[in-house]
T-cell receptor, first 114, second 110 residues
Framework: DGGITQSPKYLFRKEGQNVTLSCEQN?????MYWYRQDPGQGLRLIYY???????QKGDIAEGYSVSREKKESFPLTVTSAQKNPTAFYLC?????????????FGQGTRLTVV | ELKVEQNPLFLSMQEGKNYTIYCNYS?????LYWYRQDPGKSLESLFV?????AVKQEGRLMASLDTKARLSTLHITAAVHDLSATYFC??????????FGTGTSLTVIP
């Protein structure tokens, strides 16, 4: 089945530690996105990528890094510079063709700082 | 800066009643999306509205788009408990950046 797979589902991070969240899609989508969701709030864009080896900062990129070495994969690293990383992280992907740009979401990773 | 605003933020309604959720956005866009999120879950796509005047219906939900007014509505007809969830609208800015509203948390009371 085609879809977007995020792993792990739950992740615990110690203070000062970097962690990487995985996002893989087999939908052959060009664009991929990372969003952060805090409790009771909407989604905020962290990074997005429209093509392999290229990505752009979203509204809250500080403390995060990404790579796009393969079309299928868009991992997000939460660095120690991110002072408040506890949140629900959602990865999404979409086509880039006109009229077919609906974003599909993975199941999310819940990150908690311990 | 692109802003997407939804109202109400919280909605409690009785089963069988009708109600409308509003989504206003601050910049020109011809594409608008509605998503549903259940507690602790991911987002599920409900509607894709691609042009001015677009109207789509699925079951008890109907979405419409007025690009001139920069307004989309999600109308709920004869609500049932299964519709309880948080509903988000999203606007697609040039370059395939999706910007989401704050969400409307809907609770349908028996």
């Amino acid at each position: 089945d085609g879809g977007i797979t995020q792993s792990p589902k739950y992740l615990f991070r110690k203070e000062g530690q970097n962690v990487t969240l995985s996002c893989e899609q087999n939908l052959n989508h060009d664009a991929m996105y990372w969003y952060r969701q805090d409790p009771g709030q909407g989604l905020r864009l962290i990074y997005y990528s429209q093509i392999v080896n290229d990505f752009q900062k979203g509204d809250i990129a500080e403390g995060y890094s990404v790579s796009r070495e393969k079309k299928e994969s868009f991992p997000l690293t939460v660095t120690s510079a991110q002072k408040n990383p506890t949140a629900f992280y959602l990865c999404a992907s979409s086509m880039m063709t006109a009229g077919d740009t609906e974003a599909f979401f993975g199941q999310g990773t819940r990150l908690t700082v311990v | 800066e692109l802003k997407v605003e939804q109202n109400p933020l919280f909605l409690s309604m009785q089963e069988g009643k009708n109600y409308t959720i509003y989504c206003n956005y601050s910049t020109t866009s011809d594409r608008l999306y509605w998503y549903r999120q259940d507690p602790g879950k991911s987002l599920e796509s409900l509607f894709v509205l691609l042009s001015n005047g677009a109207v789509k219906q699925e079951g008890r939900l109907m979405a419409s788009l007025d690009t001139k007014a920069r307004l989309s509505t999600l109308h709920i007809t004869a609500a049932v408990h299964d519709l309880s969830a948080t509903y988000f609208c999203a606007v697609d800015r040039a370059g395939n950046q999706f910007y989401f509203g704050t969400g409307t948390s809907l609770t349908v009371i028996p």
